[in-house]
C-alpha cells in the first residue's frame, strides 16, 4: 500500500463479487484432477526424500492448503514450518519481495523441502531458497501445485524439483491461490474470466 493511502480509501471487496469472478471463471482442473496430483507429487518425494529427515517448509499463505493436503500423504518422519514471504499483497500483480515471518526452526544441515501454491514469476521461491542456503541448509528442494511456466521472470526459479500440475500463463485461483485474497478454498484450479483480470 502506498504510504500516502489510508486503509479506508482501499476499494472493499463484497461477497458478492466474488461470487461473480468465481461464476465467471473456468474450471481447468477439477478436484479429482488435483487430488491426484497430490498421489503423484507424494509417491514422488517419499521415493527422493523418505531418508532425509526433512523440513518442510510452508510458503504462507498460498502453501497452506497444499501443505495439509500433501503431508498427510507422506509416510516417514518429517517436521513443519513456515515462512511468510510475499510479492502480491491481494492484488493480481507481482511486487517485490516482502518478508514476514522467516522460519523458526535451525534448518542448518538440514533437508528443506519448500511447498507453495504456484511457481509462476518465481522470484519468491528463488529468494527463499537462497536464504535456505545462506542458512545452511545441506539440500533445498522447491515443491508447487502448480507452474505457470510462462510467467518466469529471470531472475525467478527456473523449474521446481516437484510439481503437480501446469497451466497456461492466466491468473488462476483455488487450493491455495487466491484472487485479491479470496477463492483459496475453490474445490479445483479455476482461471479468471478476461473482465476480472485486473
Known amino acids: 500500500m502506498d504510504d500516502a493511502t489510508t486503509v479506508s480509501e482501499i476499494p472493499k471487496i463484497l461477497p458478492d463479487f466474488i461470487r461473480e469472478v468465481f461464476s465467471k471463471a473456468s474450471c481447468i482442473y477439477a478436484k479429482h484432477d488435483v487430488e491426484d496430483a497430490f498421489d503423484r507429487l ?3 518425494i517419499s521415493h527422493q526424500l523418505a531418508d532425509s529427515n526433512p523440513i ?3 510458503v504462507v499463505v498460498g502453501g497452506i492448503v497444499p501443505l495439509g493436503n500433501l503431508i498427510p500423504r507422506l509416510d516417514f518422519p518429517l517436521e513443519v514450518d513456515y515462512v511468510h514471504a510475499t510479492r502480491y499483497r491481494n492484488t493480481t500483480k507481482g511486487h517485490q519481495v516482502e518478508w514476514r515471518v522467516k522460519p523458526a526452526c535451525d534448518i542448518k544441515g538440514r533437508t528443506v523441502v519448500i511447498v507453495d501454491d504456484i511457481l509462476d514469476g518465481g522470484v519468491t521461491l528463488a529468494e527463499i531458497i ?3 542456503e545462506e542458512q545452511g541448509a545441506d539440500q533445498v528442494f522447491s ?3 502448480v507452474d505457470k511456466k510462462e510467467a518466469r521472470l529471470p531472475e525467478g526459479l527456473p523449474k521446481a524439483d ?3 500440475l501446469e497451466v497456461e500463463n492466466h491468473y488462476v485461483f483455488g487450493y491455495g491461490m487466491d ?3 479470496y477463492l483459496r478454498n475453490a474445490p479445483g484450479i479455476y482461471m479468471v474470466s478476461p473482465v476480472h483480470e485486473d
Do not use: E, I, M, Q
Request: charge should be neutral.
Open 143 to 145: 515443491t508447487v501445485l
Open 179 to 181: 484472487y485479491k485474497g
Open 130 to 132: 537462497h536464504y535456505c
Open 56 to 58: 518442510f517448509l510452508c
Open 42 to 44: 507424494a509417491s514422488d
Open 162 to 164: 516437484f510439481c503437480g
